[in-house]
């Protein structure tokens, strides 16, 4: 089956600190992955994604690289900013029938000045 | 400007009480649908469409109905809500499937009582 593996939160960083959230998935067939992240009070938005192995996505600073071979697709940011601070969820989407996006479980983020 | 609204955002019942939560979306897109948000669980699909008078469900479609009639819009009822169905809810919508970018509403935050 499907299924997305996301680092444990929470993360508590202080500002200009290198930040990494883990994630791994489980898929059937070659899935394109995402990070959509959620700032309080408001609805998911798409960080970044990646659509086959050895893509690197981008966006804001941050990166993430679609490695088959150890099936991850882990998120870096080289200096997090107080406005970082949110909810990152990790997803894949199956690419068979339906677009279910499958979400990992979310890791908060707190960046401190 | 491009977006998924959707009312209520917050909303306070009794078990057993119908209600419709309410979901449209301004940019023409064939594919909608509901997720549910959860501590620990991150976001899980309940229902989807595909298009127009096309629904299907997603993993969690116990106690809930959908229906498409127009493209614009896809309403979630809930016809006899109970307190598990307690939750943060999300529509999204997106152009087809697969890779494409999903555009999620602000959320409904349900509390069933």
């Known amino acids: 089956g499907n299924s997305v593996t996301q680092m444990e939160g929470p993360v508590t960083l202080s500002e200009e600190a290198f930040l990494t959230i883990n994630c791994t998935y489980t898929a059937t067939g070659y899935p394109s992955l995402f990070w959509y992240v959620q700032y309080p009070g408001e609805g998911l938005q798409l960080l970044l994604k990646a659509t086959k192995a050895d893509d690197k996505g981008s966006n804001k600073g941050f990166e993430a690289t679609y490695r088959k071979e150890t099936t991850s697709f882990h998120l870096e940011k080289g200096s997090v900013q107080v406005s970082d601070s949110a909810v990152y969820f990790c997803?894949?989407?199956?690419?068979?029938?339906?677009?279910?996006?499958?979400f990992g479980t979310g890791t908060r983020l707190t960046v401190i000045p | 400007e491009a977006q998924v609204t959707q009312n209520p955002r917050y909303l306070i019942t009794v078990t057993g009480k119908k209600l419709t939560v309410t979901c449209s979306q301004n940019?023409?897109?064939?594919?909608m649908s509901w997720y549910r948000q959860d501590p620990g669980l991150g976001l899980r699909q309940i229902y989807y469409?595909?298009?127009?008078?096309?629904?299907d469900k997603g993993d969690v479609p116990e106690g809930y109905k959908v229906s498409r009639k127009e493209k614009r819009n896809f309403p979630l009822i809930l016809e006899s809500p109970s307190p598990n169905q307690t939750s943060l809810y999300f529509c999204a919508s997106s152009t087809k499937g697969g890779s494409y970018e999903q555009y999620f509403g602000p959320g409904t935050r349900l509390t069933v009582t």
């Open positions: 940019m023409n897109h064939e594919y």
């Open positions: 997803a894949l989407s199956a690419l068979t029938g339906a677009n279910n996006l499958f």
């Open positions: 469409s595909m298009n127009v008078e096309v629904t």
